[in-house]
């Protein structure tokens, strides 16, 4: 009896270690440095499905993804903040990286990828990126690096108040790189996102529309009672303005007017690896109209869905 307890207690105790040195293993105890530098990626062209939904189904599109092309990098990238918007409502995009930089995309890989109804976009390559990296050596550091991760970002984000979306993870190579563009965030919002947003400005625009017409009857109505007419008529389109304003006009002001205790891209340079500044002039190389330093906010704080 006493050997049987002591057996009991060294498989409970072995079992115990084993699942402690996986976890490390996995990532639990990994240093996460949050940088603001270059991305970890150049410009891309990608072979996506775009769902909406909770970010936690996003795993079927990334088995099918790779079960297309095996030996392609896997990428996700989420447009939603799960704390804000509801689950049923966060719009994500999920496929696989075709080419990178000036490389071709396999012609091969590109039929099978669209045959499985797959679209493809490009993304572009920009100079600073909020960025950091989690070891992907099992299953379980997918799920430790999300949960480990993201609270590091948001607070990087939120302490130097910078406009940083979407969030893209990229896997490979044993590594998941996470990032957040801090210029031409637009230009890495697919079809469907700008597909909705649109129509979400068009219902708006129409219920705002409504809204006026009733006020309009609604205040005629109310003069004939002792209430002026230009009174009620200012405090409902005042009403029906607050309600028109949408999530992303909201992102388009904080990302425009950044407060004065910001922390300007510049400045930012001086975090990257090595101490290497990355002057302020290269964000602009490359502009046909050879925009001054006085460019406008928008161009480095980015706006949602901006065209």
Known sequence: MQDWVSLCVFSLLLSLITIACYMLYSGLSSDIIVLTGSPPIKKITVAYKFKQGPYKNCGQLFKESHSIGPKLSC?????????????????????????????KADEEL???????????????????????????RTFLSVLLGVRRVYPQLEQYIKKRRLCAHPFIEIYREGHIHFMAPLARQGDFYVPEVRRIERRISEEEEMHSDSD?????????????????????????????????????????????EPSSGGISLKELDCEQTGGQRVEREELLHGDSDQKSLEAPTQEWWGVVGEE
């Open 212 to 256: 006026v017409s009733g006020a309009d009857s609604n205040s005629e109505y109310s003069s004939g009672s002792g209430v002026l007419l230009s009174d009620s008529r200012e405090t409902s389109l005042a009403a029906s303005s607050v309600r028109s304003v949408s999530l992303q006009d909201q992102e388009e002001r904080d990302c425009r």
């Open 75 to 103: 990428i996700g990238v989420y447009y939603d903040d799960p704390k804000k918007v509801p689950g049923p409502l966060c719009r994500y995009a999920v496929g696989s990286i075709l080419s990178e930089g000036e490389n």
């Open 110 to 136: 590109l039929k099978s990828y669209k045959s499985s109804s797959f679209n493809v976009f490009s993304f572009p390559e920009v100079t600073h990126v909020v960025t950091t990296s989690f070891p992907r």
